[in-house]
């Protein structure tokens, strides 16, 4: 069963950027899907207690990020100004891979922060 991390926890311990309990909870809840996957077709081991807990965390954040620059509330940052504080994100122009397939490394690679997830064959 996978531990799965509230929102406090989210704030206080893995120190992250979501500032919307109901945006982090959908983000927490499709990286705790796709931890459980990686359960069902890879060897997965938890090194201590909050590995699972930072890896959905990590996740979640990956969550957020690709669908701020889907839908131009997020991403790279395409201008900042310092001066009446303005900031302009580029969405998903430019030379960022926004595919499927690319999340799904991106995804990958934070599990892999927190968690020992081997994908191979036995040894000889």
């Not at 996740?59 to 889907?70: K, L, N, Q």
């Amino acid at each position: 069963m996978l531990t799965v991390p509230d929102f406090l926890y989210y704030q206080t311990t893995y120190m992250g950027t979501i500032q919307d309990e109901a945006e982090f909870n959908r983000c927490a809840a499709r990286a705790r899907d796709q931890l459980a996957r990686y359960r069902r077709i890879y060897t997965v081991t938890a090194p201590d207690e909050d590995a699972e807990k930072m890896a959905i965390c990590a996740m979640a954040d990956a969550v957020a990020w690709y669908e701020g620059a889907r839908d131009g509330t997020g991403g790279p940052v395409a201008s900042v100004s310092v001066g009446s504080v303005s900031e302009t994100y580029s969405g998903g122009s430019g030379s960022l891979d926004f595919s499927q397939a690319a999340q799904g490394r991106e995804m990958y690679r934070r599990a892999c922060l927190y968690l020992d997830i081997y994908r191979g064959v036995g040894g000889c």
